[in-house]
């Protein structure tokens, strides 16, 4: 039976990521042996987040907390992920965390060797580290996945690579409809992500700051977790917005709190191909969010389903948003409009698409 390796950061975060990669992962453990291993490991967690198949073996090399920022600790984690990997065995070796290749960078030559990238090169961060990965990995790597056509063509015209060593493969998605009734009487908003700087939500509290002086009696709710989240408290209650922005947490189900909601909004200002846009959608919800690299404009139809909002127009974003406030048959009309080629990120198809590149490259 061959062998497949997943290599990421820290598998015991929450977020879309840690998600998809549990689903991949489980998925492919019905054909190949199927390892995942964890750069990182919380001391106060036994397991992941996300389930894992029992047959999945879970591997760590460093407990968390120690060395972050990574930058800071560049010889240590090289140190320990080289002594790792000195003798390790597989037949496909795939990073997927884009700013943890350089660590990994010495192992290419010794396996197939595949980079999925879960943003989008388009992504530009603080840390050097996301843009050495992915020149490295864009050169050096067997095949470089991605999660959109658009993020493809940026790949091979910034990277100067063949057109064949980008492969596009989406997210999959359970392809269920969430709700039957769009509860048209609802007045709370809905966003989902990890709580951290790139997710826009300072840009969130400028919207909500107009929105609720304008409809007080609606509420936002906020669902995730992350680092941002103390800043982004403050910052509530710095604008008196305690009432109306509420912060949920991490919510296990949280696919069920969808139908709850009127409105699904991003404020998001970079991704690789969100699901929970999909989840959105599924559960009939219209969207409003920047029109982003990459997804957002792959999913929602302008006018039709929701509103892609050039970035980072806070005024016209508010102004969005309260015109479908004030108008609900336009929600009721874009929620019955929420169709998308679903088939196309069915579980089944993707995980097809998964096992084909695997065989095709290990011949």
């Known amino acids: 039976m061959k062998k497949i390796t997943f290599f990421y950061e820290d598998i015991y975060m929450v977020g879309g990521a840690e998600r998809v990669l549990s689903i991949i992962a489980n998925e492919l453990s019905k054909k190949y042996e199927v390892e995942v291993i964890s750069l990182f490991k919380p001391v106060d967690k036994d397991k992941p987040v996300f389930e894992y198949f029992s047959g999945i073996s879970i591997l760590s090399i460093l407990e968390e907390g120690r060395y972050k920022p990574l930058t800071h600790h560049w010889f240590e984690i090289s140190k320990a992920v080289r002594k790792f990997l000195k003798n390790y065995q597989t ?77 596009r493969i989406y997210n999959p998605s359970d392809n269920n409809p969430l709700s039957s009734e769009y509860d048209i009487n609802s007045k709370l908003i809905m966003s989902v992500s990890r709580i951290v700087e790139g997710k826009g939500y300072d840009l969130l509290i400028k919207v909500a700051k107009q929105v609720f002086s304008k409809h007080p009696d609606w509420k936002w709710r906020i669902y995730g977790d992350g680092n941002y989240k103390a800043t982004l408290e403050k910052e509530i209650e710095a604008n008196d917005l305690s009432n109306n922005v509420i912060l949920m947490g991490y919510v296990k189900d949280v696919k069920e709190r969808y139908k709850e909601h009127s409105i699904y909004v991003s404020c998001s200002k970079t991704e690789g191909f969100s699901m929970v846009y999909i989840e959105a959608h599924n559960a009939k919800l219209p969207i409003v969010s920047f029109n982003i690299n990459c997804g957002p404009d792959e999913i929602i139809t302008e006018g039709k389903n929701g509103y892609l909002i050039e970035p980072f127009d806070i005024n016209e974003m508010t102004n969005k948003i309260n015109y479908l406030i004030e108008n609900p048959k336009v929600r009721k009309e874009m929620s019955d409009n929420t169709g998308f080629d679903k088939e196309k990120l069915n579980i089944e198809k993707i995980t097809k698409e998964w096992i084909e590149l695997i065989d095709g490259s290990i011949k």
Request: contains cysteine; positive net charge; proline residues 1%.
């Open 91 to 167: 037949d496909v070796f795939i990073c997927a965390t884009v700013r943890i290749i350089p660590f990994v960078r010495f192992y290419m030559k010794n396996n197939r060797f595949f980079m999925w990238e879960h943003s989008n090169s388009f992504a530009k961060f603080k840390l050097d580290l996301w843009q050495i990965g992915r020149f490295i990995g864009a050169k050096k790597a067997d095949k470089v996945i991605v999660l959109s056509d658009r993020d493809k063509n940026n790949y091979i015209k910034k990277y100067h690579v063949k057109s064949s060593k980008v492969v």
